[in-house]
């Protein structure tokens, strides 16, 4: 089969859609917050999406905002047959899908708090890109905020190299399974055959790595495109200066240096906080960064930069944290503690200590600063001096500290969730749903999580908030009968499901952030 050039590839291979924590509107609000800016709440917002998909980002989040506007425009039909049909099945009334070329969007579609596009900027023609950030200057609320994600420059040289190889072997070819093919055999080929001590040969060798693990369609859409391209941060800025636009953060503030250690972050530190994106761009030339999610805001803004003491106070914290063993060579007082992110901290703060400790039984809920630090007293009472003053500033220290190395979350408001297990628990309707027909399922902090099993989508299917953990049971082994009276085989399907086991089912779903508050 030859694809037609008429046909958006998109229709021809559908691209995987699913949510992203980073483009979700209570994120930006708290970035934009924490800057200065006086950005919507999620009580009266209104959101834009361009290059929405099917609505796998866009519909959790009007699933979770039922009193806000949201509106997803994609060129794909298909895409948006399917968003707008999954839309109405949920019964979600303020959300709206339409096919549109972006060329064609104008002002008259209205004013938007927040504004996302990702995985859109770096694959569309120039034309397209140049009309992206100019809607960002024509749509975006006073106060606004837009996303924008694309390859980055000088990373994606090094993906280019393999590209390169990939693009070349397939130029002839138009059917979308023959390119991917194509692309792989030809890839591994010259890979291997390539001297692997050589500079090229092991960026050869790392890619193919790489692209081992991506799926098909992904390979097809961001790799295969011959017209995809990187940007440098400057460049998209320039872009962004013209449409009377600032930079405003990265979504993945507040890790402020990344990779960056040492020399190079003495360097970044020498440099005015007011020059934020030359910092930013220095930063992608020392780590090779390539993939940026940037945040614009109008530029007649005045941006607070910079973490100060008592920065964190306004906001519901959180941090995906558990205790650590202990050293041989650990001080007395000591305590170790390992974050989700495979970082692990030596504390001998008693107050921070408690702290983090409270951060991780609590998790993936958010607490309020200052109940988290009430908490903490409480707990650490026996140990604190007595300047209780003092200690809760060098708290906020040793916090501030953690926060700029990425590793606790602020939000300005907490996520919807609870880790509280009620008489008749209930699982987002988002996730219920999903979980009907995927193992992939949207948390309410806006997160992809996976169910184990059938089995457990099932039980989390059944989590609507009308069930006591007896009748989950009796439910749950009317399914495993019903299940083996299919004759179908189901792979990890008990034989009976236990009161343990359902207990431990919604400890399970508890923590995966799927309970609503």
């Known amino acids: ?108 579609t209205g004013s938007f708090d927040y504004i996302i596009v990702h995985g859109v900027y770096s694959w ?31 990373g994606c040289r090094l993906r280019d190299i393999a590209r390169d190889v990939m693009l070349f072997a397939v130029k002839d070819i138009a059917e979308p399974r023959e390119r991917v093919r194509v692309a792989r055999a030809t890839l591994k080929e010259i890979a291997e055959a390539s001297d692997p001590d050589t500079f090229h040969g092991a960026a050869l060798r790392q890619r193919l790595k790489q692209i081992d693990e991506l799926p098909d369609n992904v390979l097809y859409h961001d790799d295969l495109n011959p017209g995809a391209r990187a940007f440098a941060l400057h460049e998209v800025l320039a872009v962004a200066e013209r449409n009377g636009l600032q930079f405003l953060a990265e979504a993945s503030f507040p890790n402020l240096y990344g990779a960056a250690k040492g020399p190079a972050q003495q360097m970044l530190d020498r440099m005015p906080l007011a020059e934020m994106a030359r910092r930013e761009q220095t930063l992608d030339l020392l780590i090779g960064r390539a993939f940026r999610e940037t945040l614009l805001c109008r530029a007649d803004i005045p941006l607070r930069h910079g973490v100060r003491p008592g920065a964190l106070r306004p906001y519901q914290l959180a941090a995906h944290v558990r205790p650590a063993p202990a050293r041989d060579d650990d001080k007395p007082g000591v305590a170790r503690f390992s974050f989700d992110e495979g970082v692990q901290l030596a504390v001998d703060l008693p107050l921070c200590k408690a702290a983090l400790a409270i951060l991780g039984a609590s998790w993936p809920s958010n607490i309020a600063w200052e109940e988290l630090v009430e908490r903490a007293c409480r707990d650490a009472e026996g140990e604190l001096g007595p300047d209780r003053d003092h200690e809760i500033a060098r708290l906020d220290e040793a916090l501030t500290a953690i926060f ?21 628990p209930a699982a987002s309707e988002i996730a219920r749903w999903q979980a009907s027909t995927s193992a992939e399922v949207t948390d309410l902090r806006h997160r992809t999580v996976q169910l184990d099993g059938v089995v457990v989508r099932k039980f989390v299917s059944l989590l609507d908030g009308s069930r006591d953990q007896r009748m989950l049971l009796d439910a749950m082994n009317a399914f495993i009968e019903e299940t083996k009276g299919s004759g179908i085989a189901v792979p990890g399907l008990p034989e009976r499901a236990t009161a343990e086991e359902v207990a431990m089912h919604l400890k399970d779903v508890a923590r995966l952030g799927l309970l609503r508050a």
């Open 404 to 424: 700029k190395a990425g590793l606790i979350d602020i939000r300005l408001e907490a996520p919807p969730l609870t880790t509280a297990i009620s008489e008749r």
């Open 124 to 154: 569309v023609p120039d034309a397209v890109r140049e009309r992206i950030i100019a809607l960002f200057g024509e749509l975006l609320a006073p106060q606004g905020v837009a996303y924008v994600s694309y390859n980055a420059l000088p």
């Open 1 to 108: 089969m030859t694809i037609n050039p008429a046909i958006n590839p998109y229709d021809a291979v559908a691209y995987p859609g699913h949510s992203f924590a980073q483009t979700h509107p209570s994120r930006l609000a708290t970035i934009a917050h924490f800057h200065g800016m006086d950005p919507a709440r999620p009580a009266a917002m209104r959101v834009l999406e361009l290059g929405c998909g099917r609505g796998g980002n866009l519909i959790p989040m009007a699933a979770q905002h039922p009193e806000s506007r949201f509106l997803g425009i994609d060129l794909s039909g298909d895409s948006i047959r399917q968003a707008s049909a999954n839309a109405a099945e949920l019964g979600l009334a303020n959300l709206a899908f339409a096919q549109r070329d972006i060329l064609t969007v104008t002002a008259e």
